[in-house]
């Protein structure tokens, strides 16, 4: 097996997660001045937070129908394509309206990227090593979370700190009086560096099985397993390619309905815990809990700080450990974490920093769990025939939920006050804890064949 080239291919393809978190916690440092600057409603600061997420669910949408049809490859180019053009246009929006409109083109990047990424990496990764390869998509997110808030922390000090005075009239506008806008716009550096990464890695194996191109999948396949274990996969996907009937119809039969169910279920219940009210309205609930804006802004690159390291925890255990226990230990520390928060708001603990730590734990919780390990489960449950339409279904379902998050979650602070919208977090949660204990099946150390024949077994 070449190690070398399987990992050197599964680290381009997380950057399509650095971005996807890079863009989603970027925002949080340029609400209040967008706010400020527009002069928007409690509804509209929720529009401009959310409207990203609404071209997600484009992007996600058509994804899996794109890809299966043309290539993962060829469809993470257009992502690429999309975060750039975003950032720039980010940058350079002229009203409200084109900000809005530039923010939803960043969205289908996201959406194309969450769906094709962890995809592609579980369409070339070897069976013993398939969740730590994956996972890297998530710890990439964590990256890019990280970065965006320490470029968010970087550039509102540097627009503070006078060292820009007498500077031209546009970098003026970026960099000091509008310094969102460069928030947004830095975004255009990982964007180009993906885009011309992209161009080096070859077609999934598995989707050129798909379309019958089988001496192109054996050859990528032998380069990254070896000749003998490539033989034998691509033996085993003419077989479960030969059971495979019905095109669509295929995922509302026996046991790929419930894999589907499954999957959309699971998908959902990881954004309603509440994962994205923290990343992307963390400034303003630290500030309620008696931070000021500077340090609600620290405070945010330590929780972007937690969020990796735990997700080092999944790396190195998702394969060992398994897919069950790791959700379900983490599942429990997420609800658990909610339900203390909301105590502290509802009793008016006058302590922030005990406040910051169940913060922490909850991340921490999310990281090596359900982050993670979400993306592993949604690329490897379902048939290769069918697998990017099929997982563009769960993952729409996730940005669903996130998009009601980013939505509501001003409104549920307003109404339901803090403690209100952390306890309905925690309801949320609780259903994941009776799938991952009966539901859902474990699938650490099978190849993508093995999991497929697991639902073929279940349909009878």
Avoid at 4 to 27: H, M, P, Q, R, W
Avoid at 55 to 67: D, N, P
């Amino acid at each position: 097996m070449n190690k070398n080239y399987v990992n050197f291919l599964a680290v381009i393809a997380s950057l399509g997660g650095f971005l996807f978190g890079y863009d989603t916690a970027v925002i949080s440092g340029t609400i209040g001045f967008v706010k400020d600057q527009f002069g928007l409603s409690t509804l509209m600061e929720g529009w401009y937070v959310s409207s990203a997420l609404v071209g997600t669910l484009l992007g996600v949408s058509v994804a899996g129908v794109l890809s299966d049809r043309f290539g993962r490859k060829e469809i993470l180019i257009l992502s690429g394509v999309f975060f750039g053009l975003s950032a720039i246009g980010c940058a350079l929006a002229g009203n409200f309206t084109s900000l809005i409109i530039y923010r939803l083109i960043g969205g289908i990047g996201v959406g194309i990227a969450s769906m094709l990424s962890p995809l592609y990496i579980s369409e070339i990764a070897p069976a013993h090593k398939r969740g730590r390869l994956v996972s890297l998509y998530q710890f990439a997110i964590t990256i890019g979370i990280l970065f965006a808030y320490f470029s968010n922390v970087w550039f509102l000090n540097l627009s503070t700190s006078g060292q820009l005075e007498g500077v031209g009239t546009l970098t003026n506008k970026l960099l000091v009086d509008e310094v969102w806008r460069i928030m947004l716009g830095s975004e255009v550096l990982p964007a180009l560096l993906f885009l011309i990464l992209l161009f080096t890695i070859p077609k999934s194996p598995r989707w050129l099985a798909s379309k019958g191109r089988k001496s192109e999948a054996l050859k990528i396949l032998t380069k990254i397993i070896g000749e003998t274990e490539a033989q034998k996969e691509i033996s085993d996907m003419e077989i479960n390619l030969k059971k495979e009937s019905g095109g669509i119809a295929m995922i509302f039969k026996g046991g790929f309905r419930t894999a589907i169910i499954m999957g959309i279920a699971l998908a959902l219940l990881t954004q309603v815990s509440g994962i994205n009210a923290i990343i992307y309205y963390g400034p303003r609930i630290l500030e309620e809990a008696g931070f000021k804006l500077n340090e609600a802004f620290g405070g945010q690159v330590i929780i972007g700080i937690v969020n990796v390291l735990f997700t080092l925890i999944a790396i190195w255990k998702i394969d060992s450990l398994g897919r069950k226990k790791l959700l379900l230990i983490g599942v429990t520390g997420i609800i658990i974490s909610l339900v203390a928060i909301g105590l502290l708001f509802f009793f008016e603990v006058n302590n922030p920093y005990l406040l910051m730590t169940f913060i922490l734990s909850f991340i921490a919780c999310f990281a090596f769990s359900y982050g993670p390990v979400i993306w592993v489960l949604l690329s490897e449950i379902y048939p290769t025939k069918i697998r990017g339409i099929a997982m563009s279904l769960a993952t729409l379902s996730l940005w669903i939920g996130t998009t009601f998050v980013g939505q509501m979650t001003p409104w549920f602070l307003e109404n339901f006050k803090p403690h209100g919208t952390f306890w309905f977090f925690a309801v949320c949660t609780l259903p994941a804890i009776y799938i991952i204990i009966y539901i859902m099946p474990e699938t650490k150390g099978k190849t993508l064949e093995e999991i497929e024949k697991y639902w073929i077994s279940k349909s009878k």
